[in-house]
C-alpha cells in the first residue's frame, strides 16, 4: 500500500483526500466483483437487476448496500484499522456501497451526509482499462450543502484521484465537493465506497448507519 497524492503533498488533514495506491491487491478487488455476480446468480439475479435511480446520476445505475450483502459489509468492517491509521483517528463504520457506473455516466458534484466524515472510494475494475478519475474540490466548506451540479464553478479549484484497480482515494466528503464530471469511458466500471465517522466526533450517532450492535449478546 502505497500513499501517493496527484497534485499535493500526501496530507489528508489539509488537503480533504489521499491517494492510496494498491490498497488491496487487484486479484482481491476483482475477485469481490467475480464473488458478487456469482452470488447474485445463485439468487436468479444480475448486477442489471440492481438498477436503481438517484439525483447525482443521468442514468439508472447498479447500486447495492452492505446491509443486503454481508461481505461487503465484513471487508469495510474489515478495513477500519487500517482507515483508521491513515486517518489518524479512531474510526467506527457507517455505510458501505458497490456502484457500477455504464459508459457516459457522470456523478455529478455534491457533498456527502454526515455519516461519511471519512470515506474510501476503491476501484475494483475497469471494463476497457480506461482510468476514470474522482474529482475534489481543494477549498473546504464548514459544511456541506445541497448541489447536484453537473461540473464544478468556475471559480472552485480542483484536483483528481486516479486510481487503477485496486486503488483507493480517502476523502472527506463532508468538508470536500466531489464527483465524476468527466463521462466513463469505459462500457462500465466497478467502485465500492465505504464511509467512517470519528468514534468520538459531532457525528458519532451515525455509526453503524445509526444502527449500532448491543453492547452485550446472549448466545
Same mark, same amino acid.
Given at each position: 500500500?502505497?500513499?501517493?497524492s496527484?497534485?499535493?503533498p500526501?496530507?489528508?488533514?489539509?488537503?480533504?483526500?489521499?491517494?492510496?495506491?494498491?490498497f488491496?491487491p487487484?486479484?482481491?478487488?476483482?475477485?469481490?466483483?467475480?464473488?458478487?455476480?456469482?452470488?447474485?446468480?445463485?439468487?436468479?439475479?444480475?448486477?442489471?437487476?440492481?438498477?436503481?435511480?438517484?439525483?447525482l446520476?443521468?442514468?439508472?445505475?447498479?447500486?447495492?448496500?452492505?446491509?443486503?450483502y454481508?461481505?461487503?459489509?465484513?471487508?469495510?468492517?474489515g478495513?477500519?484499522p487500517?482507515?483508521?491509521?491513515?486517518?489518524?483517528?479512531?474510526?467506527?463504520?457507517t455505510?458501505?456501497?458497490?456502484?457500477l457506473?455504464?459508459?457516459n #455516466?457522470?456523478?455529478?458534484?455534491? @457533498?456527502?451526509? +454526515?455519516?461519511? *466524515?471519512? &470515506? !474510501?472510494s476503491?476501484?475494483?475494475?475497469?471494463?476497457?482499462?480506461?482510468?476514470?478519475?474522482?474529482?475534489f474540490?481543494?477549498?473546504?466548506?464548514?459544511?456541506p450543502?445541497?448541489?447536484?451540479?453537473?461540473?464544478?464553478?468556475?471559480?472552485?479549484?480542483?484536483?483528481?484521484?486516479?486510481?487503477?484497480?485496486?486503488?483507493a482515494?480517502?476523502?472527506?466528503?463532508?468538508?470536500?465537493?466531489?464527483?465524476?464530471?468527466?463521462?466513463?469511458?469505459?462500457?462500465?466500471?466497478?467502485?465500492?465506497?465505504?464511509?467512517?465517522?470519528?468514534?468520538?466526533?459531532?457525528y #458519532?450517532?451515525?455509526?453503524?448507519? @445509526?444502527?449500532? +450492535?448491543?453492547? *452485550?449478546? &446472549? !448466545?
Amino acid at each position: 500500500m502505497t500513499v501517493t497524492s496527484e497534485k499535493h503533498p500526501p496530507r489528508y488533514a489539509t488537503d480533504g483526500f489521499q491517494l492510496v495506491r494498491d490498497f488491496i491487491p487487484v486479484e482481491i478487488a476483482r475477485g469481490f466483483l467475480a464473488r458478487l455476480k456469482v452470488d447474485l446468480a445463485r439468487q436468479g439475479m444480475s448486477l442489471g437487476s440492481l438498477r436503481k435511480k438517484q439525483p447525482l446520476l443521468k442514468q439508472e445505475t447498479p447500486e447495492l448496500y452492505g446491509y443486503h450483502y454481508p461481505p461487503m459489509a465484513m471487508l469495510h468492517w474489515g478495513l477500519t484499522p487500517i482507515v483508521q491509521s491513515l486517518v489518524g483517528e479512531d474510526l467506527l463504520p457507517t455505510y458501505a456501497y458497490f456502484r457500477l457506473y455504464e459508459r457516459n #455516466a457522470i456523478c455529478r458534484v455534491h @457533498g456527502d451526509r +454526515p455519516s461519511c *466524515e471519512h &470515506s !474510501l472510494s476503491l476501484t475494483l475494475d475497469y471494463s476497457d482499462g480506461k482510468i476514470w478519475p474522482l474529482e475534489f474540490a481543494i477549498s473546504p466548506i464548514a459544511k456541506p450543502f445541497e448541489r447536484a451540479d453537473d461540473e464544478f464553478r468556475p471559480d472552485e479549484e480542483m484536483s483528481s484521484a486516479v486510481m487503477a484497480p485496486g486503488d483507493a482515494v480517502l476523502y472527506q466528503g463532508v468538508k470536500h465537493h466531489h464527483g465524476r464530471t468527466t463521462p466513463n469511458p469505459n462500457n462500465w466500471s466497478a467502485h465500492l465506497f465505504m464511509h467512517w465517522v470519528n468514534r468520538n466526533g459531532p457525528y #458519532a450517532d451515525s455509526a453503524f448507519d @445509526g444502527q449500532a +450492535p448491543p453492547k *452485550e449478546i &446472549s !448466545l
